[in-house]
Nanobody
Framework: QVRLVESGGGLVQAGESLRLSCAASGSIRSIGTMGWYRQAPGKQRELVAN???????NYAESVKGRFSISRDNAKNTLYLQMNSLKPEDTAVYYC??????????????WGQGTQVTVSS
């Protein structure tokens, strides 16, 4: 079993920054694509950004130029640096990872979520 634990959320004012972290632990042989998703009240969960094992990244248009995703493969940890935050960034942010627990077993895991609230 694999566990993803997010941290770093909180309440900030518009224009400020936050850094989210997601640490993976458990039965991990290797990790493929990792990503951050978010879900605002009354809305569907959406992709914020993801990063492949080769460090290739992908961002939602709404966060390009403001957010930066990175990973530390040695620590099995994912990061999201969020700058110039806007009230519309308010949501619960979830970490996602595709984890190989063996050479033939690939599973998709989610963290429990961390709340990010941006006041105007």
């Amino acid at each position: 079993q694999v566990r993803l634990v997010e941290s770093g959320g909180g309440l900030v004012q518009a224009g400020e920054s936050l850094r989210l972290s997601c640490a993976a632990s458990g039965s991990i042989r290797s990790i493929g694509t990792m990503g951050w998703y978010r879900q605002a009240p009354g809305k569907q969960r959406e992709l914020v950004a993801n990063i492949r094992s080769d460090a290739n990244t992908n961002y939602a248009e709404s966060v390009k130029g403001r957010f930066s995703i990175s990973r530390d493969n040695a620590k099995n940890t994912l990061y999201l640096q969020m700058n110039s935050l806007k009230p519309e960034d308010t949501a619960v942010y979830y970490c996602n990872a595709q984890v190989w627990s063996s050479s033939v077993t690939l599973n998709n895991y989610w963290g429990q979520g961390t709340q990010v609230t941006v006041s105007s």
